[in-house]
């Protein structure tokens, strides 16, 4: 004998099956014999969880977005952070995996992107092994500084702490941001300072 809340009790057969919806059911369970003589009746709470839990990710400090229209851009002191959250009357969160570029599942909530560009998978599973549709996001990874130097318009690549340079010259400051991973994310600003001044943003050639 057997049913869910306050419904009566009534002959089940072998099989059980939990009410539709998620959350807490309380079971009441009872035995009769041929002779009609009947047990006490016990009860059990049982909790169905058929909902996946659901994942987050968070990206500390906030990706550069691209003035290209494309992924956005994180270099090595950006810091990727996977969460997840079960329902309330769900099992728990059992792990979270996430795969970098189509690759295998790995568990782990701190995924790190190599250089270059790269699409990020992940999701996250419960205790009863419900698990989220995958979801995904894009970045750029240029973790490479640019590379400056000096020259003058006579003298050419100024490649010494001190140098002599003639009267009249004018010194040039040249930037480029090295394609690494195959991604660069360019140049954003190139700064300069004379004698120990603050520092000033370059915008042509500069005569002592």
Do not use: C
């Not at 014999?33 to 968070?58: F, H, M």
């Not at 400090?61 to 990727?80: I, Q, S, T």
């Not at 690759?103 to 701190?110: F, L, Y």
């Not at 003639?166 to 690494?180: C, F, H, Q, R, T």
Request: glycine letters at 12%; zero cysteines.
């Amino acid at each position: 004998m057997f049913a869910f809340g306050g419904a009566p009790l009534a002959p089940i057969g072998a099989a059980l099956t939990l009410p539709a919806s998620d959350g807490a059911h309380l079971a009441r369970f009872a035995a009769r014999d041929r002779l009609g003589n009947q047990s006490a009746e016990q009860s059990r709470t049982l909790y169905r969880d058929g909902t996946a839990p659901v994942s987050s990710l968070s990206v500390s400090p906030a990706a550069l977005a691209a003035a290209d229209g494309g992924a956005p851009w994180l270099n090595a002191a950006h810091v990727l952070q996977l969460s997840a959250a079960d329902p309330a009357v769900g099992s728990g969160v059992e792990r979270i995996e996430h795969a970098v570029d189509g690759g295998a599942w790995v568990s782990g909530a701190a995924p790190v992107l190599p250089e270059g560009a790269h699409t990020l998978t992940y999701r996250a599973i419960d205790q009863l092994g419900n698990s989220e549709s995958p979801k995904s996001a894009s970045y750029r990874v240029d973790a490479s500084a640019p590379r400056t130097a000096l020259r003058s318009d006579r003298e050419g690549a100024v490649g010494s702490s001190e140098v002599a340079i003639e009267e009249g010259s004018a010194l040039i400051l040249e930037a480029v941001d090295p394609v690494s991973g195959g991604v660069a994310s360019g140049i954003a600003s190139l700064v300069y300072s004379l004698d120990g001044s603050g520092e000033q943003s370059y915008a042509g050639p500069l005569v002592p």
